[in-house]
């Protein structure tokens, strides 16, 4: 039986652009106020940034940009597992049924982020039956910076899994979320953009045309016929994932190339890039389509 892949990247032609999508100013819990945050995030070279203060939309309009390309959001934090709300155009009320708040996301025109599942000492920030049960949110963090030195984990790829191997289509995103200034920079998303435009970053990342990273950069994604192609600049180990983590391909070195077995019996593959030290990158997941 021929397969083929059904993947965000088919559609992937423009520059990539790198971006953090969760920030926190001293307009709720961060380090420092707009302004300065948005500089220092243009002197670390990124692209676009998205200020999420809690529970309340910090208008970008009268900040200097310093280049990058400002998109308003807020993280809805109160009465329940936190989502981020990208490209808000006002404030979410944080209602505790949380599906009536990605309801009214969408119905303004932005999208939700499920935030730091494994996050707090049970690691379990939200519960996964929640996200099981939630409809018509974009993804979830499958990174986040600020995880790396309080309660839980940073990484949940293992949620992410079991989301994507329940037959759910949901993007995996990574952020910085900082709250202090070491906490720059530490996790980025990177989109293949249309335009160096809100309007079109937004359309990247809502239809998955982006990676995750902590440092690892790739060059190249795309599928041809049955195979996976995943190159890079610095990964010095590719993972082939699929249900439940398992791990059916290692390569060594900066390259993968991958042909789906016809007997495979899974519905996805994502591929993990490994560099030095904590560097990763994280592809979106390749959706197998028998013919």
Known sequence: ????????YAAATGPWLKGNLHTHTTESDGPLPPQDTVAAYARLGYDFLTISDHDLVTDPAPLDPCGMVLIPGNEITAEGPHLLHVGARSVIAPLPERQAVIDAVNAEGGFAIVNHPNWEKDYNHCDQSLMMQWRDYAGIEIYNGVCRRVEGSPLA????????????????????????????????????AERRDAAAILD????????????????????????????????????LCTAYSRVPEVVEGPMLRWVVPEDFRFD??????WGSGDAMAWTQPFFLKRT
């Open 268 to 273: 996805y593959a994502r591929v993990e890039c």
């Open 1 to 8: 039986m021929p397969i083929t892949f059904d993947h965000p």
């Open 157 to 192: 790829t293992d949620r992410w899994d079991r989301l994507l191997t329940a037959g759910r289509r949901v993007w995996g995103y990574a952020n910085d979320d900082p709250h202090r200034v070491t906490d720059y920079g530490v996790a980025w998303t990177m989109v293949c």
């Open 204 to 239: 990247a990342l809502r239809a998955g045309r982006c990676y995750a990273s902590t440092g690892v950069e790739i060059t190249a994604i795309r599928a041809e016929g049955p195979e996976i192609v995943v190159e890079t600049r610095n990964a010095q180990r590719m993972y």
